[in-house]
């Protein structure tokens, strides 16, 4: 079972960037495809971006590519969610979540285990 944990939140202005980082427990780390969602205040959560387990293999929402990139360390158990440009609209929880079956899905029913999220907000 992984247990997960994001940090990097904050608030910064539009046009900046943050990195977001979350932390795995665990030795499959390097088997789990891991992604990140995101859900503001009266939305439904939605997928942002996943990595497969080698992170050879990525995808990512229409709204943030070419602004946000996932990548990971699994020496360190640990996913990375670098934003740049960031925009009023981005402001939301953003939580990181592990797929232990490999899937490189944006659906939010196809993973297992979520992080407790950490605060993006953007001000204009």
């Known amino acids: 079972q992984a247990q997960l944990v994001e940090s990097g939140g904050g608030l910064v202005q539009a046009g900046g960037s943050l990195r977001l980082s979350c932390a795995g427990s665990?030795?499959?780390?390097?088997?789990?495809?891991m992604g990140w969602f995101r859900q503001a205040p009266g939305k439904e959560r939605e997928f942002v971006a996943a990595?497969?387990?080698?992170?050879?293999?990525?995808v990512y929402v229409d709204s943030v590519k070419g602004r946000f990139t996932i990548s990971r360390d699994n020496a360190k158990n640990t996913v990375y969610l670098q934003m740049d440009s960031l925009k009023p609209e981005d402001t939301a929880v953003y939580y990181c979540?592990?797929?232990?079956?490999?899937?490189?899905?944006?659906?939010?029913?196809?993973?297992?285990?979520w992080g407790q999220g950490t605060q993006v907000t953007v001000s204009s």
């Open positions: 990595s497969t387990g080698s992170g050879r293999s990525t």
């Open positions: 665990g030795r499959a780390f390097s088997n789990y495809v």
């Open positions: 979540a592990a797929d232990s079956r490999g899937r490189l899905s944006k659906v939010v029913a196809s993973y297992d285990y």
